[in-house]
């Protein structure tokens, strides 16, 4: 094809975009409305492509956009092709290679105007022909060339930033350490998050596929009537969907409008915790929690920092009583760990508890040995479990070293201890006692 052809085939394509908009425009008006004349003259070609190589510097073509952090943020929206971007490890609009579709920001009211640039024409849109400044498209647009050129340099203006770089106030912001020293403000970088609309819109097809395709749909039929199925499909499950714009979408941009303000958002959940088996000790309970990663760390740690503490004042006692904190909140975590035991496992002919050993880590036998009730009723386990605690801890930290922990740090840990336990103990037999009522009056019914 010739270059006149070429300028009469995209003359055409222009013409028919522009008649089939007046023809919506004026579907309802007669040819003698005063409305339809002024329409008409709106419309005629040379005064639409004027129209809107004025109209669109209120539009810019985007690849990240702000308007999507929030809709009143009024800074900078960049066009950056995703084949410039470095490429790494991690899925991002890098990926997206040479096929990728720009949106558009701006007065929606002139949203005509990107429509218009996104004709096809010999496998590329009109825009893609205004940046390489097609010969043939300066020559459809007018037959004057310095007005032709003039309209290009217009429309291709689409894809610049407008005005310094900029963030807002609306759009979000965060420091970035670049460097080693976190308390140095110069080691910082102030980062302003875009939205990656390039990939957040064919991203959001896929999901669409795999949501509502019917292959999708078929595949799962088949696994809620455990039948066979030919090929494979995804699932996503714990999908959000994150609406934009409210009921006008297209105050956010063109392609948010497209998808009807919908943003997928994959699930993002901490892993579940799945705490290894629980064995519930058969001679020494606190060997058992002395087993512990955590308790075995502290404790190391607290002797470490005893055996360099040269002055006894308020700092190094604040940071032991730190560590004494962290054992005691270990403790009751492993106290909770044996609770979750089937009830009555300490009745068991080999475990060798102690009485006050077995009051405190198995509660649950209450409710079947009546006997073991009445004396856990009575007995003083918890201080007996608490001068337990602290023996264990003063016999560690003597252990190869010279702190001679002895009588008054004994005490010291066992009072620290007492208190949470004694606390503790409180809680635990007011539970049960309410259970044991509302078990009595169902038995009354």
């Not at 579907?27 to 639409?48: G, H, I, R, V």
């Not at 006008?248 to 943003?263: C, H, T, V």
């Not at 009723?377 to 003597?398: G, M, P, T």
Request: aromatic content about 10%.
């Amino acid at each position: 094809m010739c270059e006149r052809e070429e300028t009469v085939s995209l003359r055409q394509l222009i013409d028919s975009f522009i008649d089939e908009r007046f023809n919506t425009k004026v579907e309802k008006l007669t040819s003698d409305d005063p409305k339809y004349l002024k329409l008409a003259d709106q419309f005629s070609p040379q005064a639409w492509i004027a129209d809107a190589a004025r109209r669109v510097s209120q539009l810019q073509v985007v690849t990240h956009s702000l308007k999507a952090i929030h809709p009143d943020a009024k800074g900078t929206n960049l066009y950056i092709e995703p084949a410039a971007l470095k490429q790494h490890e991690y899925v991002g609009s890098y990926c997206l290679g040479a096929d990728f579709q720009g949106d558009v920001v701006g007065n929606a009211a002139a949203l005509d105007v990107y429509k218009f640039l996104r004709l096809q024409w010999q496998g590329k849109t009109l825009l893609e022909h205004v940046l390489e400044r097609n010969e043939a498209l300066i020559k459809a647009l007018s037959p004057q060339r310095e007005e032709g050129e003039a309209w290009i340099s217009a429309f291709a203006g689409i894809v610049e930033s407008k005005g310094l770089v900029s963030s807002h106030v609306m759009g979000k912001q965060l420091y970035w350490l670049v460097g080693e020293d976190p308390t140095q403000d110069s080691d910082y970088v102030l980062l302003a998050p875009l939205y990656s609309t390039a990939l957040i819109h064919p991203f959001h097809a896929r999901l669409s596929e795999t949501r509502f395709g019917d292959h999708a749909k078929q595949g799962r039929k088949a696994r809620r009537e455990d039948k066979s199925f030919e090929g494979e499909y995804a699932d996503y499950p714990n999908l959000a969907v994150q609406k934009l714009g409210g009921t006008k979408p297209q105050n956010i941009s063109q392609l948010n409008s497209e998808r009807g303000g919908q943003n997928y958002l994959l699930a993002s959940l901490p892993p579940r915790w799945q705490s290894r088996q629980q064995y519930p000790p058969t001679r020494d309970a606190f060997r058992s929690f002395e087993g512990r990663p955590i308790v075995r760390r502290t404790v190391r740690e607290l002797k470490r920092f005893l055996e360099s503490a040269a002055r006894k004042n308020m700092h190094t006692r604040d940071y032991r009583d730190d560590f004494t904190a962290v054992l005691i909140d270990e403790l009751m975590l492993f106290t909770f760990d044996m609770h979750a035991l089937p009830a009555g496992w300490s009745a068991d002919e080999k475990n060798q508890l102690s009485d006050a050993e077995r009051y405190w880590l198995d509660p649950g036998r209450v409710a079947e040995d009546s006997a073991f009730a009445e004396a856990r009723r009575v007995s003083d386990w918890h201080q007996a479990i608490s001068a337990r605690a602290a023996s264990w801890l003063n016999k560690l930290l003597n252990k190869k070293n010279r702190l001679g922990m002895a009588d008054t740090e004994h005490q010291h840990w066992e009072g620290h201890i007492e208190k949470v336990m004694k606390d503790f103990r409180r809680q635990l037999d007011d539970l049960q006692d309410a259970l044991l009522d509302d078990e009595r009056e169902g038995e009354a019914v």
